[in-house]
């Protein structure tokens, strides 16, 4: 019943920006940290962003530092990732992750410790 819907990829030239959203459904949002990975065709799925149960830590992969920046609404059951600056190598499908947490700051980039993932939605920045 758990499902996370993500949206708002697409096209976009080199430095443009998007914003990817994720609608959870069937959990109770709040107790979980959540996260953004992504995974380029040939390579492995990389840790973007992550942001813990109350919105009190975030922490970005270097790659995206500075550029990217998560956030969620816990009333809405949802968490955002704007992406400005974008490069050619920011393409790939983004997935959005829900990660069961007791601790209120904790946030995991460790892929294997989310607990429910949604389809992805493809990022493509041309040149």
């Known amino acids: 019943q758990v499902q996370l819907v993500e949206s708002g990829g697409g096209l976009v030239q080199a430095g443009g920006s998007l914003r990817l959203s994720c609608a959870a459904s069937g959990l109770t949002f709040s107790s979980y940290a959540m996260g953004w990975f992504r995974q380029a065709p040939g390579s492995e799925r990389e840790f973007v962003a992550g942001i813990s149960r109350y919105a009190t830590s975030t922490y970005y992969a270097d790659s995206v530092k500075g550029r990217f920046t998560i956030s969620r609404d816990n009333a809405k059951n949802t968490v955002l990732l704007q992406a400005n600056s974008l490069k050619p190598e920011d393409t790939a499908v983004y997935y959005c992750?829900?990660?069961?947490?007791?601790?209120?700051?904790?946030?995991?980039?460790?892929?294997?410790?989310?607990?429910?993932w949604g389809q992805g939605t493809q990022v493509t920045v041309s040149s």
């Open positions: 992750a829900a990660d069961l947490r007791y601790a209120l700051g904790a946030i995991t980039s460790r892929d294997y410790e989310y607990d429910y």
